[in-house]
């Protein structure tokens, strides 16, 4: 089996952030790596996705001081940070 890279980008979305990333990490396919990126949300996006930071499966975390305007700036970062197929 291949291993995945899951890009998890963000911006003011908490009210389902938290059910998106538990949707993945409750699958039973186990062979991933989460990458969590909000883009400087207003919102409790942060909160929520600190509390994630330690888990085995969130291999980066990152969260930017200022909105970068475009959501394919994420997108690439994520790419950047991937260690497998995405």
């Known amino acids: 089996m291949t291993r995945f890279s899951i890009l998890i980008p963000n911006y ?3 009210a389902f952030l938290k059910e998106r990333i538990e ?3 409750s699958q ?3 062979d991933y790596e989460i990458i969590l990126l909000d883009d400087a949300s207003s919102d409790d996006s942060i909160k929520i996705i600190e509390a994630y930071r330690n888990h085995p ?3 980066h975390v990152v969260v930017n001081h200022e909105n970068g305007g475009s959501p394919f700036m994420q997108w690439r ?3 950047e940070l991937a260690s497998a197929d995405w």
């Open 12 to 14: 003011n979305h908490a």
């Open 23 to 25: 949707s993945i990490l």
């Open 28 to 30: 039973t396919f186990t």
């Open 57 to 59: 499966k969130i291999s």
């Open 77 to 79: 970062k994520g790419i």
